[in-house]
Nanobody, 117 residues
Framework: QVQLVESGGGLVQPGGSLRLSCAAS????????MAWYRRAPGKQRELVAV???????DYADSVKGRFTISGDNAKNTVYLEMNSLKPEDTAVYYC???????????WGQGTQVTVSS
């Protein structure tokens, strides 16, 4: 089992920044894909950013150039740096870790991000 705990969400004004953290514990060593998803009110969950243990990253078009995903293997933590936030970024953000052997992976409990003036 793997446990994920997200933190760093909150209320921020448009144009502001936040950094989300996702700390993994348990049997996380084999989880080679780490990702952030979000679910906005009334919308389906969408992939925001992904990073692999090899350093490959990819982003949703809507966040490219504004968000940066990174990982700290020593701390078993993945981060999402969010800049130039817009009201449409408002959502619950979820961390997920997975592997080719376990594509369903594990999810965190989510952290609320609200962008509003």
């Amino acid at each position: 089992q793997v446990q994920l705990v997200e933190s760093g969400g909150g209320l921020v004004q448009p144009g502001g920044s936040l950094r989300l953290s996702c700390a993994a514990s348990g049997r996380s060593s084999g989880m080679v894909v780490m990702a952030w998803y979000r679910r906005a009110p009334g919308k389906q969950r969408e992939l925001v950013a992904v990073i692999t243990s090899g350093g490959y990253t990819d982003y949703a078009d809507s966040v490219k150039g504004r968000f940066t995903i990174s990982g700290d293997n020593a701390k078993n933590t993945v981060y999402l740096e969010m800049n130039s936030l817009k009201p449409e970024d408002t959502a619950v953000y979820y961390c997920k870790v997975s592997s080719p052997q376990n594509p369903a992976g594990y999810w965190g409990q989510g952290t609320q991000v609200t962008v509003s003036s």
